[in-house]
């Protein structure tokens, strides 16, 4: 699937196009989608395909394509503080976008059945190694869930049970991209967004009498004052360098596009007519109209070169009259 949009040259110039064609709607989607640049979760030596509009599959590593994570983000209408389960969360790129959004007052859980894949990422989100049709009866339920495999008919109730009254449920369940909305203890809406094709949830294999080990999902853990009061810290301090430093939040990239002109070419033809006894040419002229791509370029300012990120948080903690050891308290937001 993919191949929706045009290639870009870079991650932001992928977003640019996914904005174009109307996949990235909202603000915050976007924020997120530019924060995390999808060429960090590729191999080496297979970057030059991350900006593709294309899934893209490496063992068990595998990645949809960026209209997918597109549209799904947009269906899950995410938030600050809201839980959010990702079953078959792979690399853990939609999870660390998702985590930008619901921030540290939300809980951000995935569980993935390869193990390599799960050692392979790197972001804040807690992942649990497990079959996603294992999971314990008993676990808690989630604000928004994403399943990034296809789910037979069979096991649609199955993922319903572990969302929320008033939770949002995004899966590809009959090569239908669907949004499950559940309304009440046994009411559910469902929406189609768009034809998908994405391979199935792996099923366990179960021999006579071997039970397959149940998926035990992480606990919803509950911030201490201390941490607490670092998050709203930070906060307060990021707010007074972003009031110090507007400009930074303002810089748009300025895309390069193209117009179509016409243009005429004047092109010079003889025909042949007889005059008496004799074959005289005559000369026609025959204008034709051609269209031309250019770039445009009225109004549009030349790309200066990119200076390097200056981070104003850092710079304003460490200029705080504070002892060594509270800055970098502050400095380092999550915990190792």
Partial sequence: MGGAVS????????????????YIRTDCVEQAFRAIDRGDYYLEGYRDNAYKDLAWKHGNIHLSAPCIYSEVMEALKLQQGLSFLNLGSGTGYLSTMVGLIIGPFGENHGVELHKDVVEFEFCEPHFVVGNCLEISSDSHQYDRIYCGAGVQKDHE????????????LVMPIEDQLTQIIRTGQSSWESKNILAVSFAPLVQQNRTEGCKAEAVVL???TVRSLQDLARIYIRRTLR????????????MQRASQKRKRRRCRRR?????????????????????????KEEEQEKDIEPIKPEEPQVNHLRDKILSL???????????????K
Avoid at 157 to 168: H, R
Avoid at 267 to 291: A, K, M
């Fill in 7 to 22: 290639a870009g040259e870079d991650n932001d110039d992928l977003i640019d196009n996914l904005k174009e064609a109307q």
């Fill in 157 to 168: 109730n199955y993922m319903k049970i572990l969302l929320k009254v008033g939770g949002i």
């Fill in 218 to 220: 992480p606990a919803l």
């Fill in 239 to 250: 707010n007074l360098s972003n009031d110090e430093n507007p400009g930074r939040n303002n």
């Fill in 267 to 291: 092109r010079r033809t003889y025909t042949y007519v007889f005059v008496g006894n004799q074959l005289v040419p005559q000369e026609d002229e025959c204008i034709e109209e051609e269209s």
């Fill in 321 to 335: 009259p504070l002892p060594e050891s509270l800055k970098s308290y502050l400095l380092y937001y999550r915990e």
